[in-house]
């Protein structure tokens, strides 16, 4: 079956990073798109970025230019690195598959991780 397991979560102050992992099994890596989501306390689940199996991403505007996300197919692995974090990052963040780059758009992806905690405090 498919399974996500993501790391990196942690407390970290305003302007710190982050790098978060998410590493698949159970899916054909190379050839799926990866998306990185985030629920806040109180708040629905958002879309953070997306990478196609050629790389292509998509980004919210509230982190572009601060996040990106990268993956290394030889390691199955998607990464999220997060610069200049600001307190209202604050939230866990879930690694996600079943869409394309474009589905992601409209939807989430069928198959979830676990979640990983990050704290952002001010």
């Known amino acids: 079956q498919v399974q996500l397991v993501e790391s990196g979560g942690a407390l970290v102050q305003t302007g710190g990073s982050l790098r978060l992992s998410c590493t698949a099994s159970g899916i054909i890596f190379n050839i799926n798109t990866m998306g990185w989501y985030r629920q806040a306390p109180g708040k629905q689940r958002e879309l953070v970025a997306a990478i196609s199996s050629n790389s292509n991403t998509n980004y919210a505007d509230s982190v572009k230019g601060r996040f990106t996300i990268s993956r290394d197919n030889a390691k199955n692995t998607v990464y999220l690195q997060m610069n200049s974090l600001k307190p209202e990052d604050t939230a866990v963040y879930y690694c996600?598959?079943?869409?394309?780059?474009?589905?992601?758009?409209?939807?989430?992806?069928?198959?979830w991780g676990q979640g990983t905690q990050v704290t952002v405090s001010s």
């Open positions: 996600n598959t079943g869409r394309s780059l474009a589905g992601y758009a409209r939807g989430m992806g069928d198959y």
